[in-house]
């Protein structure tokens, strides 16, 4: 016997962990993706950025801002992993979304810190050579 399951395209509900769980990978999965991006930008900006020393003065400032701004996005992502897993589990749902933006958070985190030190790296290197 087949049951027919009706839904009402106007309501989009949604359980609380699972809607965490999302919110938590979506915001891992961004700093997963943009970690590589920004070690790729280090080098490029050594190679063919400008070496007037004024402008090598507001990349390294750009740099050093541009790091910490991720931080909020790391722990927004973690308060997500953590409240949907501790919600799924009370309600006795999957926890896998949770999980898994909790470990892309912890993934694009290292990758951010790597990121962020090839890119502080090569600013203040060229602070000290150009300028």
Same mark, same amino acid.
Do not use: Y
């Given at each position: 016997?087949?049951?027919?399951?009706?839904?009402?395209?106007?309501?989009?509900?949604?359980?609380?962990?699972?809607?965490?769980?999302?919110?938590?990978?979506?915001?891992?999965?961004?700093?997963?993706?943009?970690?590589?991006?920004?070690?790729?930008?280090?080098?490029?900006?050594?190679?063919?950025?400008?070496?007037?020393?004024?402008?090598?003065?507001?990349?390294?400032?750009?740099?050093?801002?541009?790091?910490?701004?991720?931080?909020? $996005?790391? !722990?927004? +992502?973690?308060?997500?992993? &953590?409240?949907?897993? /501790?919600?799924?589990? *009370?309600?006795?749902? =999957?926890?896998?979304?949770?999980?898994?933006?909790?470990? $892309?958070? !912890?993934? +694009?985190?290292?990758?951010? &810190?790597?990121?962020? /030190?090839?890119?502080? *790296?090569?600013?203040? =290197?060229?602070?000290?050579?150009?300028?």
């Amino acid at each position: 016997m087949m049951t027919e399951i009706q839904l009402d395209p106007r309501v989009l509900r949604l359980e609380p962990g699972f809607a965490c769980g999302l919110a938590s990978s979506l915001v891992g999965a961004t700093l997963f993706l943009a970690s590589p991006l920004i070690a790729i930008l280090a080098p490029l900006v050594w190679a063919h950025g400008d070496h007037t020393p004024g402008v090598v003065l507001i990349h390294a400032w750009l740099a050093r801002i541009a790091v910490g701004l991720p931080i909020v $996005l790391v !722990i927004t +992502g973690f308060s997500f992993g &953590i409240r949907g897993w /501790i919600r799924a589990k *009370t309600n006795g749902m =999957s926890t896998a979304l949770p999980i898994v933006g909790v470990l $892309l958070n !912890i993934a +694009g985190t290292l990758g951010w &810190i790597l990121a962020s /030190i090839a890119l502080l *790296t090569t600013t203040e =290197s060229m602070l000290r050579v150009f300028r």
